[in-house]
């Protein structure tokens, strides 16, 4: 069979265990292929042509204004005016035909996937019953995430097979963390400790859904949507209470003018394209709250993107493909 995995990934995280599905699946015999949707789409105009404002988003441009309110930003384009964006998703539904499966990844944002990546969903041309699977990561659960990319999937006339999670690093917690606790020698650690385990999750989950060596796609039914379980219902609600209850301590980005050195970095790689370069002091400045996916804070050289005093001077995770390229993971 042939499967694609499409995924968004900020910090590394989703990037990563599409990389380990992908294997796991070659390994039994099926084609997988890989599409960084930030690779093939423009996602700042993904974002505009049919906005997704989750509502941390609205709270913190309440609590810490920005020169630019979300409202406005998301007003006045919510349709596909885009050629080239029209362009692109023709050309990405030409492409999914190709494929037996499709499995959708993101990471876990406020317990729903990364708002852009929902916007991307939104935008797909609809199907008619595609087998697909959602997949994601996370820090503690991903509670509602599950039933609403589904539905939101179903939506686009995808019919959902099944769904895989884990938890990879805290790339949430970790830029609040000492660099004794959470630095780059300790991320390599952990990560030696998870990756086994994350390698059997996943081999349960080809299991659960029939992809087994051989398995031809008759073989491989849709699944019923189960109720979020109550566990997770029970966690999730108090996790969000105190995220909410936190979130004037733990966002609205800063830049520590100080030790930034003008190179443009988390300008150029903000997905949403939230940063820009001021003219006329050559600083960047964050012109509107975003999905707070952490990127500039982690990609930033110096230090010197703090999205909460917090988080300055704390560790920061350079992600996957840094750490690899230093030799800083370890083989499987
Ligand atoms: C703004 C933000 C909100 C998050 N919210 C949740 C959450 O509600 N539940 C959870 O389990 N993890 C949450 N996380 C953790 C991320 O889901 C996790 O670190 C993920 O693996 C990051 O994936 P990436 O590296 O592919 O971007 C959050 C992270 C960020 C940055
Ligand atoms: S400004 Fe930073 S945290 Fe916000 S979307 Fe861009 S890279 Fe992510
Ligand atoms: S990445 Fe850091 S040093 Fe470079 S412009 Fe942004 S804040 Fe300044």
């Known amino acids: 069979m042939k499967i694609l995995l499409v995924y968004f990934s900020a910090t590394g995280n989703t990037a990563f265990y599409a990389r380990s599905l992908a294997s796991a699946i070659a390994g039994r015999g099926h084609r997988c292929d890989l599409l960084d949707v930030e690779k093939r789409f423009d996602l700042r105009a993904v974002w505009h042509a049919a906005p997704v404002v989750p509502r941390y988003m609205i709270e913190a ?3 810490i204004p920005l020169e630019t309110p979300v409202g406005s930003l998301v007003s006045s384009e919510n349709e596909i005016k885009n050629e080239a964006l029209i362009e692109a ?12 499966i499709i499995g959708f990844g993101s990471p876990v944002y ?4 990364a708002a852009v990546f929902s916007s991307f969903i939104k935008l797909i041309p609809v199907q008619t019953g595609k087998k697909a699977f959602t997949f994601a990561t996370h820090m503690e659960g991903p509670v ?3 039933k609403n990319i589904r539905e939101a999937l179903e939506a686009r006339g995808f019919r959902i097979i099944g769904h895989a999670d884990d938890h990879i690093i805290h790339t949430e917690l970790l830029p609040v963390m000492p660099k004794f606790i959470a630095g780059e020698g300790v991320q390599k650690a952990y990560l030696r400790y998870r990756r086994p385990r994350i390698n059997k999750k996943i081999k349960a989950f080809l299991d659960s859904v029939n992809l087994v060596k051989g398995a031809a796609p008759d073989q491989i039914q849709p699944a019923e949507a189960g109720p979020v379980p109550q566990m997770d219902q029970l966690v999730g609600g108090l996790v969000e209470k105190a995220l909410y209850a936190t979130l004037k301590f733990s966002m609205g980005s800063r830049i520590i003018k100080e030790k930034c050195v003008k190179c443009g970095l988390c300008a150029s790689s903000c997905p949403m394209k939230m940063i820009r370069m001021d003219a006329d002091t050559g600083y960047p400045v964050r012109t509107s709250h975003c999905m707070y996916c952490l990127r500039c804070i982690n990609i930033c050289p110096v230090e010197a993107v703090s999205y909460a005093p917090l988080s300055d001077g704390r560790a920061r995770f350079r992600g996957f493909e840094k ?10």
């Open 61 to 63: 441009q309440a609590r």
């Open 144 to 146: 509602w995430f599950r």
């Open 89 to 100: 998703f023709d050309k990405f539904d030409r492409y999914i035909a190709n494929f037996d």
């Open 110 to 113: 406020f317990f729903e996937p």
């Open 323 to 332: 750490l690899e390229a230093a030799g800083r993971i370890p083989a499987r």
